[in-house]
């Protein structure tokens, strides 16, 4: 009889950071310790809510402190392995909108690199195909908003 290892689940938060630049909507991307582009995100922090933690860690990540959390995305979720330990981890994404600032990678988190793409570009910058599809959802997201107005 086989006994199945205990599933550790974790949750996370993070956000497509939005701004206008020359008239154009881009999106904010960092490049990860890995060397992967991706989407700012972290841990919820104990008794804090999702969208609590997205603000921080992307703001964390970023540096950027003028952000609006918008409406939640989509969540996504995951299994990999981590010392031993099998995570099933889920994580919520906002869209946010930022003005104001230049974005500075958070270096001891090993974020090398944040750089503004414009929208319609950047679920083909990103790395991972779980937060490239995010990017679509943000896409669709702006794109009908933009056609209702």
Known sequence: MSTSQPVRVEKSAGGVVLREIEGVAHALVIRDPYRNWGLPKGHLEPDETSAGAALREVAEETGLEDLRLGPELVTID????????????????????????????????????????????????????????VMKVAQQMVKRSVESQ
């Not at 690199?113 to 790395?127: F, G, M, N, R, S």
């Open 78 to 133: 995951w299994y990999f392995r981590a010392q031993g330990v099998q995570i099933h981890k889920f994580t919520t994404f906002y869209l946010m909108y930022s003005d104001v600032g230049d974005p500075k990678p958070e270096k001891a988190e090993g974020i090398s690199d944040c750089l503004w793409v414009p929208l319609v570009e950047a679920d083909k910058k990103i790395t991972y195909d779980n937060a490239g599809e």
